[in-house]
């Protein structure tokens, strides 16, 4: 048993009783705080679609290449090439240098022109950039311990096989290749195929604020924190600087745990998805537990939810038959297989489609995988496509129906972007084509609701020096003028407290209930 090593003021890592190593709180930690904050990740870079459009050290987006919805108020940033490989850019000249001088670029840049214009996968350039890190470093140092230490399961890669395994050794052999073209140092394969087997364990991707992933990112100290479907705490960055936040007080000498996957699948597919990525049978609370909250069924005859553990309606005493039940659970392990799969429609039609056939069965709610997974498809899809109100009625779903039940806090991180991205949605709504809606809700009262919520909570989801906090703080001001309420202490009296506590809101709140409840009976019967 090795004794615990302190990761921060807040955390320790100890040996854990069935998952190697974990990370521990040393004292009471509240809810909505910083746990860790890693400023220099030991890899942190942008995928190949973010490549020309994100610096290469510090992870800032090009203005003009942001996305509309969240990008706004920030200061212009120009990114330049290296003139060395032109494949990387950075937004300053000491970003450049640092990633030149610092991390591995000096070394990778001639190997990257050799390539050009193919440019490396994330992975290969990942890899290298870890090996050369590792083998310059003295035995001893943090990066030595830190890679070294790190869990690879190669053995277990091996064992199934596969498209994994195959890509392994693929990239790890090209690689080795390339690496020769540099004078300084060159690998073999199999030295590269265990930082491969490191890498796909123990990475996270890079998010922007707002959770669209542009790169990929490791750090070892974030890499000893354990998994759970219902997690503590969450991983989350600004630009290059990762941060893991609590979601809830976590008393001392608990485990600290973030989710590795996706928390709107069901639970046969996050204990797939964690076997086959991560060699391990998921005992969290939520899988050892016969209640799965997004599991959920609907009452066919007064739309309440029913629990997992029962087929009758605690409301009306109607029971879900299993005529209804059978053949409605078929159809949504089936549109979550056939979406799994690689290059699959995902078209704007064939979403809608299944989302109608699920919705169809009158037994499954918004909630219930992967109704929530469609819904946020198509709302990015309508966002890109301009088409604000259709955005918007997904969006709303989301916000209405599924995040409460979701994320139980309302400083959840995705709950707080997912009010943003609505009201920044509204506001589009209510340039573009106000009329609909325009008749039934008040724009700016809504959207003043929306971003009191989004304020109010944004300290605790992303911290209060956050980017996001400042874009939120900024756009609040500018809304408060717009509706006329310039007294900071009127509007600051209603942050963080929900739509329904401010005075004026509950009418609205009750019609955009009504708007979404519509919204799904048209998508029902269709
Ligand atoms: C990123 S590492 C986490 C730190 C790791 N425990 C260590 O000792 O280095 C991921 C690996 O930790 C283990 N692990 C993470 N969460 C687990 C859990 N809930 N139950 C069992 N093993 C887990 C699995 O071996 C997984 O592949």
Redesign the pocket.
């Known amino acids: 048993m090795s004794p615990p090593v302190n990761l921060s003021p807040s955390a320790y890592l100890k040996d ?1 009783p ?5 990370v521990f709180a040393s004292g009471t930690i509240p809810a909505g705080t910083e746990i860790l904050s890693v400023a220099d990740p030991l890899i942190c870079i942008p995928d190949e679609a973010h490549l020309d459009s994100c610096c290469h050290y510090c992870m800032a987006e090009a203005t003009d290449e942001a996305p509309s919805v969240n990008q706004a108020y920030r200061a212009p940033v120009k990114l330049s090439y290296c003139l060395g490989c032109r494949v990387v850019k950075y937004c300053s000249k000491a970003c450049q240098t640092t990633d030149w001088k610092q991390k591995a670029h000096k070394y990778e840049c001639v190997i990257y022109k050799a390539q050009y214009p193919r440019i490396l996968p994330v992975t290969a350039r990942a890899i290298l950039r870890m090996a050369k890190q590792f083998l310059s470093e003295t035995p001893g140092s943090n990066i030595v311990g830190g890679i070294g ?3 690879a ?1 190669a053995e277990d890669f091996a064992k199934i096989g596969g498209d994994i395994w195959e890509m392994a050794n693929l990239t790890a052999k090209a690689a080795a290749e390339f690496s020769k073209v540099s004078k300084q140092i060159s690998f073999e394969p199999e030295f590269l195929r265990d930082m491969y087997c490191k890498l796909l ?2 990475s996270a991707s890079v998010v922007t604020q707002t959770f669209d992933p542009i790169g990929l990112c490791l750090a070892y100290q974030s ?6 479907c219902d997690p503590n705490a969450v991983m989350m960055f600004d630009g290059r600087q990762l941060s893991i936040r609590s979601l809830k007080e976590i008393t001392k000498d608990t485990e600290i ?1 973030i989710s590795y996957i996706d928390n709107l699948a069901s639970r046969k597919e996050r204990k797939e998805e964690l076997k086959s990525r ?3 049978d ?3 609370s939520l899988c050892s537990s016969g209640v799965q909250p997004l599991e959920s069924l609907q009452c066919p005859k007064c739309n309440v939810l029913i629990t997992t553990n029962t087929t009758t309606c605690t409301n009306c005493g109607e029971i879900v038959t299993e005529d209804e039940l059978t053949p409605a659970i078929a159809l949504s392990t089936s549109i979550t297989t056939q979406r799994n799969k690689k290059n699959v429609d995902k078209s704007i039609a064939s979403t809608l489609k299944s989302l109608k056939q699920l919705y169809g069965t009158r037994v499954l709610p918004s909630t219930f995988p992967p109704i929530p997974q469609l819904h946020r498809d198509l709302a990015t899809s309508y966002i890109d496509e301009g088409n604000w109100k259709s955005a918007f009625l997904h969006l709303l779903t989301l916000y209405v129906k599924v995040y409460p039940n979701m994320y139980a806090t309302p400083y959840h991180p995705v709950r707080v972007v997912g009010t943003f991205t609505l009201a920044m949605v509204l506001i589009q709504v209510a340039v573009d084509e106000p009329e609909g809606f325009g008749e039934r809700i008040d724009f700016t009262k809504v959207l003043y609701g929306l971003l009191t919520v989004v304020c109010g909570n944004v300290e605790k989801s992303h911290g209060g020096n956050s980017s996001f906090a400042e874009m939120a703080r900024r756009k609040m001001e500018e809304v408060k003028i717009d509706v006329g309420i310039d007294s900071n202490r009127e509007a600051d009296k209603w942050m963080g407290k929900g739509l329904k506590a401010i005075p004026g809101l509950e009418g609205e709140v009750a019609k955009l209930i009504k708007i979404v409840d519509e919204f799904l009976e048209t998508l029902k019967s269709d």
Do not use: D, P
């Open positions: 854990h069935s998952a190697g190593r974990g230490a790190l869990k399961h364990i123990n890499a000893m924190f354990n998994h759970s745990t991560y060699f391990f998921c005992s969290c």
